[in-house]
């Protein structure tokens, strides 16, 4: 069993930064790719951030340029590092493990965090 720790979130004004971290409980180079995930209040959840075991990496339209994704694999930890924060990025983020990049697009992986709360004001 995968147990992925988000920490990170906060209260932050516009045009802050924050960069949150998610460490696995086990090897995060045997557990395919990693994402993040957000949630707002009355959407759908959404895919944020995506990296795959060998650093390709994938970002929503609307946080290009703004959220970078990494992986520390001796750290066993994937960050996301949000720049230039908008209200509308206020949302749940959550971790994801086991992702998989296919020829079709990023598959959801079956494993995930608890969330943790982002909030950026105006």
Do not use: H
């Amino acid at each position: 069993q995968v147990q992925l720790v988000e920490s990170g979130g906060g209260l932050v004004q516009a045009g802050g930064s924050l960069r949150l971290s998610c460490a696995a409980s086990v090897s995060i180079f045997s557990i395919n790719g990693m994402g993040w995930y957000r949630q707002a209040p009355g959407k759908q959840r959404e895919m944020v951030a995506a990296i795959s075991t060998g650093g390709n990496t994938n970002y929503a339209d609307s946080v290009k340029g703004r959220f970078t994704i990494s992986r520390d694999n001796a750290k066993n930890t994937v960050y996301l590092q949000m720049n230039s924060l908008k209200p509308g990025d206020t949302a749940v983020y959550y971790c994801n493990a086991g992702l998989m990049r296919l020829p079709t697009g990023w598959t959801t992986g079956e494993y995930w965090g608890q969330g943790t709360q982002v909030t950026v004001s105006s």
